[in-house]
């Protein structure tokens, strides 16, 4: 299995970014998605989750209200809307997909730089 993510880039503060992932190699719509995110020297974070059952959703509270995760099984695609983005945004982000049963895959992540 696979998951490739794409749209990191450099943002200004306020500015938007849209990061999404594909998958292959595995059921999607069975699989729970996440986005975690690491900025340098310090631990990888939960970013934001969707699941597979009733596609509820989470976010962390520092991005709650700007950020929005969103999933599209035909397409095998999950996707983070981030705007209003703020220096504290700024880190790799990964996509993680997990099935509850075992299997869990990462992305080799997407860099999201924020500067002015």
């Known amino acids: 299995a696979r998951l490739e993510e794409s749209g990191g880039g450099s943002v200004q503060p306020g500015g938007s970014l849209r990061l999404s992932c594909v998958a292959s190699?595995?059921?999607?719509?069975?699989?729970?998605m996440s986005w975690f995110r690491q900025a340098p020297g310090k631990e990888r974070e939960l970013v934001a989750s969707?699941?597979?059952?009733?596609?509820?959703?989470y976010l962390l509270d520092s991005v709650k209200g700007r950020f929005t995760i969103s999933r599209d099984n035909d397409k095998n695609t999950v996707s983070l809307q981030m705007n209003r983005v703020t220096p504290e945004d700024a880190a790799m982000y990964y996509c993680?997909?997990?099935?509850?049963?075992?299997?869990?895959?990462w992305g080799q992540g997407t860099q999201v730089t924020v500067s002015s």
């Open positions: 190699g595995l059921t999607f719509r069975t699989f729970a």
């Open positions: 969707v699941d597979n059952i009733n596609y509820r959703t």
């Open positions: 993680k997909a997990n099935n509850g049963m075992g299997l869990v895959y």
